[in-house]
């Protein structure tokens, strides 16, 4: 079979046509309060904003929030590789050059398709996109109309468009203080944190059905996961995403040993999984804060 064909072949077999996942997500504690605060804004005509650090649940709780309402998700990560046309769209240069600079050449963005459709559009990380391409969004959440200048045209919004964005903490490397222009467009803030330690672990156990660890062992992973969020050495500590890596890492380890993890295990594994995921505060040796949180999380 030649590569292009291959190629074709395997397209089709994984391209995704029609999103029919659901958004797992532990409705409780404070995501059971956020989910129900963010309901409150929506039907109040009130976008919100959500702030919370890096792998706290927010993108979650904003699909499931979505999928519960029927309502379409498009989505940014905010970056300084963001530029109004990520938002709004552009021409596509090979149909200019056939039909010219009109609307049949004209390839929307997500925030536009959002805007039209009548679908939720979710700012990630929006305190990572530089001042201008935030200004663009401005008449929009606003005024309910959105400049398309490609088109030289304004449009309105669909009456059932909603928007949400979400923030990291302010200290973290790389975000930027929101403009007040922006910000004053979000009406209703909601704040999430990482969960307490009973709803992570069934957090871990719903997304790792497989997991064949014990509860007390898979206590001291997450004991070893909140030790990181609370070290002052470490400025990006452990997210959802990581415990639930570390968690399959372990269990696999165990899996093939045949044996129950031991103190051992916890560190080998977690020196894999947690070096590069975790930031250190310079001149630290992350090896020797890990070994030292995983001493303390067994002789809690």
Same mark, same amino acid.
């Given at each position: 079979?030649?590569?292009?064909?291959?190629?074709?072949?395997?397209?089709?077999?994984?391209?995704?046509? =029609?999103?029919?996942?659901?958004?797992?997500?532990?409705?409780?504690?404070?995501?059971?309060?956020?989910?129900?605060?963010?309901?409150?804004?929506?039907?109040?005509?009130?976008?919100?904003?959500?702030?919370?650090?890096?792998?706290?649940?927010?993108?979650?709780?904003?699909?499931?929030?979505?999928?519960?309402?029927?309502?379409?998700?498009?989505?940014?990560?905010?970056?300084?590789?963001?530029?109004?046309?990520?938002?709004?769209?552009?021409?596509?240069?090979?149909?200019?050059?056939?039909?010219?600079?009109?609307?049949?050449?004209?390839?929307?963005?997500?925030?536009?398709?959002?805007?039209?459709?009548?679908?939720?559009?979710?700012?990630?990380?929006?305190?990572?996109?530089?001042?201008?391409?935030?200004?663009?969004?401005?008449?929009?959440?606003?005024?309910?109309?959105?400049?398309?200048?490609?088109?030289?045209?304004?449009?309105?919004?669909?009456?059932?468009?909603?928007?949400?964005?979400?923030?990291?903490?302010?200290?973290?490397?790389?975000?930027?203080?929101?403009?007040?222009?922006?910000?004053?467009?979000?009406?209703?803030?909601?704040?999430?944190?990482?969960?307490?330690? =009973?709803?992570?672990?069934?957090?871990?156990?719903?997304?790792?059905? =497989?997991?064949?660890?014990?509860?007390?062992?898979?206590?001291?992973?997450?004991?070893?996961?909140?030790?990181?969020?609370?070290?002052?050495?470490?400025?990006?500590?452990?997210?959802?995403?990581?415990?639930?890596?570390?968690?399959?890492?372990?269990?696999?380890?165990?899996?093939?040993?045949?044996?129950?993890?031991?103190?051992?295990?916890?560190?080998?594994?977690?020196?894999?999984?947690?070096?590069?995921?975790?930031?250190?505060?310079?001149?630290?040796?992350?090896?020797?804060?890990?070994? =030292?949180?995983?001493?303390?999380?067994?002789?809690?």
């Amino acid at each position: 079979m030649k590569p292009i064909t291959e190629f074709k072949t395997k397209f089709e077999q994984h391209q995704i046509i =029609e999103e029919t996942t659901t958004t797992p997500l532990i409705m409780e504690g404070q995501y059971q309060r956020a989910y129900e605060n963010l309901l409150d804004a929506y039907h109040a005509g009130l976008y919100a904003g959500i702030v919370g650090p890096v792998g706290s649940g927010k993108t979650a709780l904003c699909r499931k929030f979505a999928e519960d309402h029927s309502l379409g998700f498009s989505w940014v990560t905010f970056s300084d590789l963001i530029r109004p046309s990520s938002l709004i769209g552009t021409f596509d240069p090979t149909l200019v050059f056939k039909v010219g600079y009109n609307i049949d050449a004209f390839i929307p963005g997500p925030f536009t398709l959002a805007s039209i459709e009548g679908n939720i559009f979710f700012a990630n990380e929006v305190n990572r996109g530089e001042e201008y391409v935030l200004n663009t969004l401005l008449d929009a959440l606003e005024e309910k109309r959105l400049y398309i200048p490609q088109l030289k045209s304004w449009i309105t919004l669909d009456e059932n468009f909603y928007f949400i964005a979400s923030m990291n903490p302010s200290d973290l490397r790389g975000t930027r203080v929101l403009p007040e222009a922006f910000k004053d467009r979000i009406r209703v803030w909601i704040t999430l944190d990482y969960p307490d330690k =009973e709803v992570e672990k069934k957090i871990i156990r719903m997304n790792c059905p =497989e997991l064949e660890i014990t509860d007390e062992d898979l206590m001291t992973l997450i004991e070893i996961v909140s030790q990181t969020r609370q070290s002052p050495v470490i400025s990006k500590p452990a997210s959802i995403r990581t415990s639930i890596g570390f968690a399959k890492m372990l269990g696999e380890r165990c899996r093939r040993l045949q044996i129950s993890p031991t103190k051992e295990i916890f560190k080998d594994v977690g020196q894999l999984v947690l070096t590069q995921s975790l930031e250190f505060s310079p001149g630290i040796t992350p090896d020797n804060v890990l070994n =030292e949180i995983i001493e303390r999380a067994f002789h809690k």
